[in-house]
């Protein structure tokens, strides 16, 4: 009994199983079904049968057949492309041809559609082989054709997939993309110019048509004429304007003035005087942005560097280290703010450039998924360029130097004249200017003659006899350096012997300078002063030689020394001798020549 209990649990589990799969497999069938397509009753009853031209299979071919059968004029056959649904039956055979002409225009001028880029598929499932798309696979029953917009806002046009009774399921344009026809074609229809162009000119030719292969070259031309005149007219306004900051200002805006004239001027005619193809329309937009945003940013950047200038002007002057630290920090803060701004212009302009030219829709997931790879060729490939970047942001924020500090680099003395964003811009002393990347100014070690104070102490050295007078060259040197304008602290002058050799000393002179130029000038001023005393009152303090001469012959030893002292002892006598009795040698000298004259 137990047996067949536990048989009869087994069939009935069994049975059970069945049962909840067969009603899983028939709920996620009618959920596939709905997510395949939109079930009607029926479709464009007012319209009749379908052509056999309109092949609305995928949406690929929806959209391809019904623009060559507006190309052909067919808008009757073109019109089984639009769900009409809600128009009635005598509306649909009424406004459906007009409505096919109208939404065909607004696709050939509205945006650049690449009927290519259409799914091929019945299902428009997303094929993504990479993978990278999260929904690759999903089957869609609408999908997005275009997205224009007119007055301010957004109209979508969808493609949906519909299907009756055991019919093959469809491609139609929905009814509420069909509602917003009027709308689009009141912005994007042809514009009142193109009632006079002859209907041979309207034919198609490759992208564009006929006449606009005419008309763009000309387009171009009226723009360029605007921008040049808006370029001189400029020009002029800064001969009219007094000289100062706003002449300045004025001068450097022509050419981003003169662009932002170009574009409104564009977009003006493309509204309301002429409208072009799709290609034509969206790649005028393009540029039309990125010229406007580029024009802005530039104009907006000149006015910051003119308020700079006038800022730079007042308060600090030449930029040199003779003004306070207050000055020559505010300057420093001033070029870090430039830089900021023109770090958040660049981003804000670029943002709002790739915003307007849905960039990021299309790219989207792709930019995404492959950000990390993105980073790695940014950080190798701009490596230098962001490290100058961060490197001349953290001058700037923890400021070992400033603009206006003297420095010593590599050997050469020069004023920090500008620190921008990939290089430190170095003004020499004698004018030259020497550009180094802010990350090999960072490398190398640097010395800041006014870190703190631009005071600098310095000394000269003179090097005199032993017999020179060191209290008087101390009076001279105190008198010549009070006389010195840009010596301070006058109680710090010191004079003091420092070295000495067996024939000269060396005395050193220490005098406190306001800053480090004109202390080495002070420094020339007060040397020359005491050399031209020195030479003028005591030429005998000046170095000199003291050359002995030894009579030791060494090749003789001392035999030979005492036999040379002895020969010099007697010349010496003999000289003497010679002194005393001058006559006397005079007539030994006469006698000894009449003997020699007798003997011969």
């Given at each position: 009994?137990?047996?067949?209990?536990?048989?009869?649990?087994?069939?009935?589990?069994?049975?059970?199983?069945?049962?909840?799969?067969?009603?899983?497999?028939?709920?996620?069938?009618?959920?596939?079904?709905?997510?395949?397509?939109?079930?009607?009753?029926?479709?464009?009853?007012?319209?009749?049968?379908?052509?056999?031209?309109?092949?609305?299979?995928?949406?690929?071919?929806?959209?391809?057949?019904?623009?060559?059968?507006?190309?052909?004029?067919?808008?009757?056959?073109?019109?089984?492309?639009?769900?009409?649904?809600?128009?009635?039956?005598?509306?649909?055979?009424?406004?459906?041809?007009?409505?096919?002409?109208?939404?065909?225009?607004?696709?050939?001028?509205?945006?650049?559609?690449?009927?290519?880029?259409?799914?091929?598929?019945?299902?428009?499932?997303?094929?993504?082989?990479?993978?990278?798309?999260?929904?690759?696979?999903?089957?869609?029953?609408?999908?997005?054709?275009?997205?224009?917009?007119a007055n301010g806002e957004t109209y979508d046009i969808r493609l949906g997939r519909y299907r009756v009774?055991?019919?093959?399921?469809?491609?139609?344009?929905?009814?509420?993309?069909?509602?917003?026809?009027?709308?689009?074609?009141?912005?994007?229809?042809?514009?009142?110019?193109?009632?006079?162009?002859?209907?041979?000119?309207?034919?198609?030719?490759?992208?564009?048509?006929?006449?606009?292969?005419?008309?763009?070259?000309?387009?171009?031309?009226?723009?360029?004429?605007?921008?040049?005149?808006?370029?001189?007219?400029?020009?002029?306004?800064?001969?009219?304007?007094?000289?100062?900051?706003?002449?300045?200002?004025?001068?450097?805006?022509?050419?981003?003035?003169?662009?932002?004239?170009?574009?409104?001027?564009?977009?003006?005619?493309?509204?309301?005087?002429?409208?072009?193809?799709?290609?034509?329309?969206?790649?005028?937009?393009?540029?039309?942005?990125?010229?406007?945003?580029?024009?802005?940013?530039?104009?907006?950047?000149?006015?910051?560097?003119?308020?700079?200038?006038?800022?730079?002007?007042?308060?600090?002057?030449?930029?040199?280290?003779?003004?306070?630290?207050?000055?020559?920090?505010?300057?420093?803060?001033?070029?870090?703010?430039?830089?900021?701004?023109?770090?958040?212009?660049?981003?804000?302009?670029?943002?709002?450039?790739?915003?307007?030219?849905?960039?990021?829709?299309?790219?989207?997931?792709?930019?995404?998924?492959?950000?990390?790879?993105?980073?790695?060729?940014?950080?190798?490939?701009?490596?230098?360029?962001?490290?100058?970047?961060?490197?001349?942001?953290?001058?700037?924020?923890?400021?070992?130097?400033?603009?206006?500090?003297?420095?010593?680099?590599?050997?050469?003395?020069?004023?920090?004249?500008?620190?921008?964003?990939?290089?430190?811009?170095?003004?020499?002393?004698?004018?030259?200017?020497?550009?180094?990347?802010?990350?090999?100014?960072?490398?190398?070690?640097?010395?800041?003659?006014?870190?703190?104070?631009?005071?600098?102490?310095?000394?000269?050295?003179?090097?005199?006899?032993?017999?020179?007078?060191?209290?008087?060259?101390?009076?001279?040197?105190?008198?010549?350096?009070?006389?010195?304008?840009c010596v301070v602290e006058h109680h710090k002058l010191l004079c003091y012997v420092t070295g000495q050799?067996?024939?000269?000393?060396?005395?050193?002179?220490?005098?406190?300078?306001?800053?480090?130029?004109?202390?080495?000038?002070?420094?020339?001023?007060?040397?020359?002063?005491?050399?031209?005393?020195?030479?003028?009152?005591?030429?005998?303090?000046?170095?000199?030689?003291?050359?002995?001469?030894?009579?030791?012959?060494?090749?003789?030893?001392?035999?030979?020394?005492?036999?040379?002292?002895?020969?010099?002892?007697?010349?010496?006598?003999?000289?003497?001798?010679?002194?005393?009795?001058?006559?006397?040698?005079?007539?030994?000298?006469?006698?000894?020549?009449?003997?020699?004259?007798?003997?011969?």
């Amino acid at each position: 009994m137990k047996v067949n209990s536990s048989w009869l649990a087994w069939v009935l589990l069994v049975l059970a199983l069945t049962l909840s799969s067969l009603c899983a497999a028939q709920t996620q069938g009618g959920e596939s079904e709905t997510n395949r397509w939109f079930s009607v009753d029926s479709l464009n009853t007012g319209l009749g049968d379908p052509p056999k031209e309109a092949n609305r299979v995928t949406p690929r071919e929806a959209i391809r057949s019904f623009l060559d059968l507006t190309n052909q004029e067919k808008y009757e056959a073109a019109s089984h492309v639009l769900n009409l649904s809600e128009f009635s039956e005598q509306e649909q055979r009424e406004q459906g041809p007009e409505l096919a002409r109208q939404m065909a225009e607004i696709l050939q001028r509205g945006e650049w559609l690449s009927v290519s880029d259409l799914p091929g598929r019945e299902d428009a499932v997303i094929e993504n082989p990479s993978g990278q798309n999260p929904r690759a696979g999903e089957p869609r029953r609408n999908i997005e054709l275009s997205s224009l917009k007119a007055n301010g806002e957004t109209y979508d046009i969808r493609l949906g997939r519909y299907r009756v009774e055991d019919q093959e399921p469809v491609w139609l344009i929905m009814p509420v993309s069909v509602s917003y026809i009027p709308v689009l074609y009141e912005q994007y229809g042809p514009s009142m110019l193109e009632e006079y162009i002859p209907k041979r000119l309207q034919a198609s030719f490759g992208m564009l048509r006929i006449w606009e292969w005419i008309a763009i070259p000309l387009f171009v031309i009226v723009v360029g004429m605007v921008g040049w005149g808006v370029h001189h007219l400029v020009r002029l306004m800064t001969s009219w304007l007094p000289s100062g900051a706003s002449t300045i200002f004025v001068s450097q805006i022509g050419m981003p003035t003169a662009l932002i004239a170009m574009s409104i001027v564009t977009q003006m005619l493309l509204d309301y005087v002429v409208s072009f193809s799709a290609v034509a329309t969206t790649t005028f937009r393009v540029l039309l942005i990125s010229i406007l945003a580029w024009g802005a940013g530039t104009i907006a950047l000149r006015l910051v560097d003119t308020i700079m200038l006038r800022m730079t002007r007042r308060l600090v002057g030449e930029i040199d280290d003779t003004k306070p630290q207050d000055e020559r920090r505010l300057l420093t803060s001033l070029y870090a703010l430039r830089r900021i701004i023109i770090l958040v212009a660049v981003t804000g302009v670029s943002i709002y450039i790739l915003g307007q030219i849905e960039l990021f829709e299309s790219l989207g997931l792709s930019i995404l998924a492959s950000a990390s790879v993105l980073a790695v060729l940014v950080g190798v490939a701009g490596q230098a360029v962001l490290g100058n970047i961060l490197a001349s942001f953290q001058l700037s924020l923890a400021k070992p130097i400033r603009i206006g500090d003297l420095v010593i680099f590599e050997g050469q003395w020069c004023y920090v004249e500008g620190i921008f964003y990939t290089f430190i811009r170095l003004r020499v002393w004698d004018e030259r200017r020497l550009i180094v990347p802010v990350t090999y100014f960072t490398s190398k070690p640097f010395e800041n003659l006014s870190v703190k104070s631009a005071k600098m102490y310095r000394s000269l050295e003179l090097t005199l006899h032993l017999s020179a007078d060191i209290p008087l060259i101390r009076e001279k040197f105190l008198e010549y350096a009070k006389e010195e304008d840009c010596v301070v602290e006058h109680h710090k002058l010191l004079c003091y012997v420092t070295g000495q050799t067996a024939t000269a000393q060396t005395i050193t002179c220490y005098l406190m300078t306001s800053d480090p130029l004109s202390g080495w000038a002070a420094e020339m001023n007060i040397r020359e002063q005491l050399m031209t005393f020195i030479r003028d009152n005591h030429p005998e303090w000046w170095p000199r030689e003291v050359m002995v001469i030894s009579h030791n012959d060494v090749a003789r030893g001392n035999q030979g020394k005492r036999s040379a002292d002895t020969a010099v002892t007697d010349a010496d006598e003999e000289a003497d001798s010679d002194e005393a009795t001058p006559s006397a040698n005079s007539d030994a000298d006469r006698s000894d020549s009449d003997e020699a004259k007798s003997s011969e």
